[in-house]
């Protein structure tokens, strides 16, 4: 078996990849048929309906992830997983019968807050699965590489079959895809959540994943980049169209042919770093990927032939890769094992206004200035992105930070471990459990992440 297939020797993994891989597939289908939905709704304004659609898109993203990411590790993992992907078969199986664009907005709103609520717990739950280190990375890897194979091949198979039957047939196989994806999770027993160790009210246990991660100097980072990957992503999804019609003047024929080549830069290096990260600090992948953003968007702004802008293409795609597969390891490595949900899910709203903010100036800055203006403001915002990355992201980050506890008496969930060194009275009952305890004053390093009792990053010692 290839190195990078190893992980599918994991039963877990494995019907889990396959579950990722078929829904996949069936959406890939459904955004072809969600274009021509769009048209027939209104034929003179299509472009407009789409847009308003991918706005919902990310709201729903930015809204719902926190949310779901506190309370996901209140339920069993394969029920959440296996009913989102039911709940999300039968959104679909709606999608044929609406006739108006608000009907559509609200069923593509419901699709993706319920997306928003399986990708972050699918994350999570990943390192549990694999706790090996390479066995992880190949995991992270084969995701990338199911994701850029379905964006290259599902409009093809699209096509294909619209050739032989009706387009609203493409949201039947969606759901099919949906239903099979759950019954392939249903065929695994997933590990059990850690416990999450959260005291205070809703907003509290709401806002945890976001505000921790923001605290987290890293992640800040991360986000950064996420940025510079967004403007680049962005001028590709919302830009090639206009370049390849406009400046080129070439029939829309060219226009996914070009896009794919992301596709081929962003899976050749998933296929690569497996290797790399065994080898090279996730910083300094992250970094030397996220600097290709502003020299190929600098490049882009020189005159161009439809063959010359495919190597620029390819090397977005392959950046987007190199900044997007090592984040699960960044983001493992930062939070406790029973906060992933909520740092994960921080992760995809997050990241996803990165990319709202990426469209909207491509966009918006493409109309107003023209493109070859747009690729070089683009360069000069990814290079400051960038910047504030590796400013933010410490060079050498040491392993154990020296901190303090101020002293405090909460109650929170709690198992005994090298914060929780207390006396029982006996009608406390098994661990995890819930009772008002005292922390005393204490100072002392260890590995930090921020949690329950790390509310703040320390600053040097």
Not at 33 to 60: H, I, N, Q, R
Not at 272 to 279: E, G, K, N, S, T
């Amino acid at each position: 078996m290839p190195e990078l297939l190893q992980p599918l020797r994991d039963k877990r993994f494995r019907w889990l990849f396959f579950s990722q891989l078929i829904s996949l597939t069936g959406t890939g289908l459904a955004t072809v048929a969600l274009a021509l939905l769009a048209y027939d709704l209104s034929p003179t304004s299509a472009g407009a309906v789409l847009g308003t659609a991918l706005a919902v898109k990310m709201v729903a993203y930015l809204t719902i992830a926190p949310v779901v990411g506190s309370y996901a590790s209140l339920l069993p993992r394969k029920y959440w997983l296996a009913g989102l992907n039911l709940a999300r078969a039968g959104v679909v199986a709606c999608l044929p019968f609406i006739a108006e664009a608000w009907q559509l907005y609200l069923l593509i709103f419901l699709l993706n807050a319920l997306a928003a609520g399986y990708t972050p717990v699918y994350q999570a739950l990943l390192p549990d699965i694999l706790p090996e280190e390479q066995s992880y990375n190949q995991a992270l890897s084969l995701s990338r590489l199911a994701t850029e194979m379905e964006a290259l091949l599902s409009p093809a198979l699209a096509a294909a079959l619209l050739l032989l039957l009706p387009y609203d047939l493409l949201f039947t196989f969606n759901t099919i895809a949906f239903v099979i994806a759950a019954a392939f999770i249903g065929l695994v027993t997933l590990p059990i959540a850690q416990t999450t160790e959260r005291s205070g009210g809703v907003w509290h246990r709401i806002s945890f994943g976001v505000r921790s991660y923001l605290k987290t100097p890293r992640l800040r980072g991360v986000l950064a980049l996420n940025l510079a990957l967004s403007l680049a992503g962005a001028m590709v999804i919302v830009n090639t169209v206009v370049y390849v019609r406009e400046v080129l003047g070439l029939s829309e024929e060219a226009v996914p042919l070009l896009m794919m080549a992301t596709g081929v830069g962003s899976i050749a290096a998933a296929l690569l770093l497996p290797a790399l990260m065994q080898r090279f600090s996730d910083r300094n992948l992250m970094l030397s990927g996220a600097l290709l953003f502003p020299l190929s968007l600098l490049l882009g702004a020189a005159p161009h032939s439809y063959v010359s802008l495919f190597p620029l293409w390819v090397v977005i795609g392959f950046a987007t890769s190199l900044v997007l597969i090592p984040t699960g390891k960044v983001i493992r490595d930062s939070c406790q094992a029973g906060d992933r949900n909520d740092f994960f899910a921080a992760n995809f709203a997050l990241t996803h206004g990165m990319w709202l903010i990426g469209y909207l100036l491509a966009g918006q800055l493409g109309a107003q200035l023209g493109l070859t203006h747009t690729f070089v403001m683009l360069a000069a915002m990814a290079a400051v992105a960038i910047l504030i990355a590796s400013q933010q992201w410490a060079k050498a980050e040491p392993e154990a930070i020296w901190h303090e506890h101020q002293a405090l008496s909460h109650a929170h969930p709690h198992t005994h471990d090298a914060h929780h060194q207390h006396a029982h009275e006996g009608w406390e009952g098994p661990e995890p459990h819930t009772h008002m305890h005292h922390h005393a004053t204490v100072k002392h390093k260890h590995p930090f992440t921020i949690d329950e009792h790390h509310v703040h990053w320390p600053k040097e010692q």
